[in-house]
């Protein structure tokens, strides 16, 4: 049988995600009643990171602290952050191929678990088709990559992508969701708003004729 904060809890976290202001404040009240009524439902929330969330939420809820995703990104002066050697693949398609072949270097970069796989390649999401997308036992990785540098349209790209697959946490297949760009290089304000997204920029580059990954 479902478990009905489950439930509420992901319908809160849709509705803040989409800044459904009214959705969000009627299952945050329905979820306060089953608190009241049946606190033993709230048993799963409060064994992992999902009761803190929740707290978050509600504290975004009745603050009126929505931000509305996707607006108009004003364009700072950027700087770019290059890595040496310059080296640039020339094509998308030998970037993505070379990312699938090397996914234990991207593993251990990414601090991910010991099954992490690249799982789909142009994958479809609500709004577009994202590069490629790994995972691990409970995440999943939507991943941007641009073969040279990572310009401010990163940002929108890679934020929808990580919407797309937060709305279907709700479905329990994995738990979080970690939105990945990989570049040759970044200007500051990207790296900037990447970091706000929560977000993480990868460098890749050429050692020994190899193509290594570096975390900023």
Request: negative net charge; glycine residues 2%.
């Amino acid at each position: 049988m479902s478990n009905l904060a489950e439930t509420f809890y992901y319908q809160i976290y849709n509705s803040v995600l989409l800044n459904h202001k009214d959705s969000a404040k009627m299952y945050l009240s329905f979820l306060r009643d089953l608190y009241g009524e049946d606190s033993k439902q709230f048993e799963p929330l409060k064994n992992d990171h999902r009761w803190n969330h929740l707290k978050e939420l509600g504290n975004v809820i009745d603050n009126d602290l929505f931000v509305k995703n996707f607006e108009k990104i004003d364009v700072a002066t950027e700087t770019e952050v290059k890595q040496s050697p310059e080296v640039i693949i020339c094509k998308q398609e030998q970037l993505v191929k070379s990312i699938c072949k090397l996914q234990d270097k991207l593993r251990n970069v990414l601090h991910a678990d010991s099954d992490f796989h690249c799982s789909s390649i142009e994958a479809q999401t609500m709004f577009g088709r994202v590069d490629l997308v790994a995972q691990d036992s409970a995440t999943i990785y939507p991943i941007e990559l641009k073969k040279s540098t990572a310009n401010h349209d990163v940002i929108g790209q890679i934020d929808k992508y990580i919407l797309h697959y937060k709305l279907k946490l709700i479905n329990k297949i994995y738990k979080n969701v970690i939105g990945v760009v990989i570049a040759n290089s970044f200007s500051e304000y990207v790296l900037q708003e990447l970091c706000r997204l929560g977000a993480i920029p990868i460098v890749y580059l050429f050692q020994d004729d190899q193509i290594e990954f570096k975390r900023i």
